[in-house]
């Protein structure tokens, strides 16, 4: 049976990816040694980093002037991060989207109870479960603000930012982690990107900085692990990295530029395999999506349901027994979640949509 | 050419190990799915770090008042997060008998600018480079502080502390992050332990914490990340986790039960493996080791020196061609260093110690 993993994250990796970690598990370019065992001083690793951080450069096409990190801890590390690093002594805004755009501010609410500085709720639209990208006016926005932060794509939801809102000149922090890679962005418009690795970049364990330089903080922070400069400073070397998830996202990066052409194409790919679940969602009066506005709908994942809760259940569970798995939506939003990341094949969107034209024949 | 990986961390791991994950790199017990890839809420990945806590519970017989935690950031991360969540208003004690230690103290008196609590050097070896373990006189120790924290391996200089100190009743936290499972520790004997995953666990981007129940933190700490009752009462899965690595740390603790039988028999090894090499440099008169006394010599890391530092150079170089590894010792002792960690197989060193006669015959 073949199965389709339409986890939200960790989610699927590309094939050749995975055969070539395979391939080279236990000898890696004739080293004798696996990447699992390297050291991170090696000069087989240096070159692993260096060309992980220089393929993602051109990828995203990311000027000179941003650093760009590997570290640990996932997005949600960054959430204290980025305050820590960038917000002392001034206002922070925050954007909330989704349920991770809420937990950022939340941590960051927290940290304000140690270091000064002011996190302010921009908009949100958790009184809807999220169902839209809230808006707000920009002259509310004091422009001598530290940075506003948004997330691009919110996964449990199934909503993206693909235009950036005006932010009355206040810098924008984006937490990309479940849409980086899968739509284009111009990295100028930010001064800081962030990303857990698991959705479209490689195994969870690894989180992905870009930064500006002018933003890296002048003073020391309270701990080495949470200050940008010396992380930057030190190639994300200032401690042993986790290297054979930085290795993975190599290949991933190698293969989004090499097997498909780079993140407009990728973009393009997510677009037409997206498309293909919603224009049929929309034809449906079986299928709904909680999302409310089409501009808003992620390319990564796409959330429905079905006419009620036990119809729901019954799809997961019959989903599942066919090889479709993790299509079990949030709790927070219920029903189904296809999560269609870069790596996910689109013979598996087509594999779905007849399941899914069967399911509402015998159930409608 | 046989390669043997002499490097002080990542280091490598065991054959059966790398051929097993090998294996199921692409297809994980015929989930149909990569462990690269897989839902940290799966059913396959609950199983895998259940399993890993268990096996290692088993292996440190580790009470059940402890908790234990699979986190991210290294042992360097944990330099914050133990006092901030164990010293707060409190004194904490540091014994410094390597460069490690020195950075756990110089990380917690970066927090202490912050956070309120008083950071105290008991003793330090570093005006002799760190070549034997500090000594100090307990009564020193105010009974009322949070704990003293040691380093029970020194990767670095090559010393360890097999018989922990009188520390007039206050708990200990250990670094013990190159020799744990080298070396048998009675966990009763800590508060808390943690220890960086890429010596004696598995691949790098995993850390071991594992801390007695009753030193959790009452308060929320400034970071749900950085707070260990919220990732203890997560199960490690307060954010997306390190899957990968704790799963290859997870095969790691099934060899150390299964195929070698346990940490006592472990040890036992690790002592055999690693006195060939101190009985050889001891009656040579061309090698010396920089470590003072006989009872602080590491299994683990075993420096040594040539006569001059030009022949350092030259063993070097004359090792790395014959494919002994990765054996240059650290540039604050110099030398060479032979990491002789669980994995580390007995073969390699019969061949360093050929090696080691051949050229001591060309150049003494």
């Not at 450069?57 to 690093?85: C, H, W």
């Not at 002259?139 to 948004?150: G, N, R, S, W």
């Not at 111009?186 to 490689?202: P, W």
Request: glycine share 6%.
């Amino acid at each position: 049976m073949t199965i389709y993993n339409f986890s939200a994250g960790p989610a699927t990796l590309p094939k050749p990816v995975l055969e070539q970690a395979q391939n080279e598990l236990r000898n890696y370019q004739g080293s004798g040694m696996s990447v699992l065992e390297m050291s991170h001083r090696s000069p087989e690793f240096d070159k692993i980093i260096k060309d992980a951080e220089k393929t993602l450069r051109e990828l995203m096409d990311i000027p000179d002037n941003y650093k760009v990190m590997f570290l640990q801890g996932g997005a949600s590390l960054q959430f204290t991060m980025v305050p820590l690093n960038l917000a002392q002594g001034k206002k922070a805004y925050y954007l909330v989207g989704g349920s991770w755009g809420k937990k950022a501010y939340t941590e960051a609410l927290k940290l304000a109870k140690t270091i000064p500085f002011e996190p302010i709720l921009l908009a949100s639209s958790e009184d809807t479960v999220y169902d839209h990208i809230p808006t707000f006016d920009p002259a509310t926005i004091d422009p001598e603000a530290a940075y506003v932060h948004l997330t691009t794509n919110n996964t449990i939801e199934g909503t993206a930012i693909y235009e950036l809102p005006d932010t009355n000149g206040v810098p924008i922090v984006a937490d990309m982690s479940s849409n980086i890679l899968a739509a284009r962005y111009n990295v100028e418009d930010f001064a800081l990107i962030y990303a857990g690795a698991q959705k479209n970049i490689g195994p969870a364990g690894v989180t992905v900085v870009i930064v500006r330089e002018d933003f890296l903080n002048d003073q020391p922070m309270l701990s080495s692990m949470l200050d940008y400069r010396i992380q930057a400073e030190a190639g994300s070397l200032y401690n042993t990295p986790p290297a054979y998830n930085i290795y993975i996202s190599k290949l991933v990066f190698d293969w989004v530029k090499n097997e498909i052409g780079g993140v407009d194409k990728m973009a393009a790919i997510e677009r037409e395999k997206s498309a293909l679940l919603y224009d049929f969602i929309e034809q449906s009066d079986f299928y709904t999506s909680p999302v409310k506005f089409a501009k808003d709908r992620s390319v990564c994942n796409i959330p429905f349901v079905t006419p009620s809760k036990d119809l729901d259940a019954q799809f997961v569970k019959e989903a599942d027994a066919l090889g479709f798995k993790n299509i079990k939506g949030h709790r927070s939003v219920g029903g189904m979640r296809a999560s269609l990341y870069n790596a996910f094949p689109r013979q598996g969107v087509l594999d779905l949509l007849e399941f899914m034209k069967k399911f509402e024949e015998e159930h409608k």
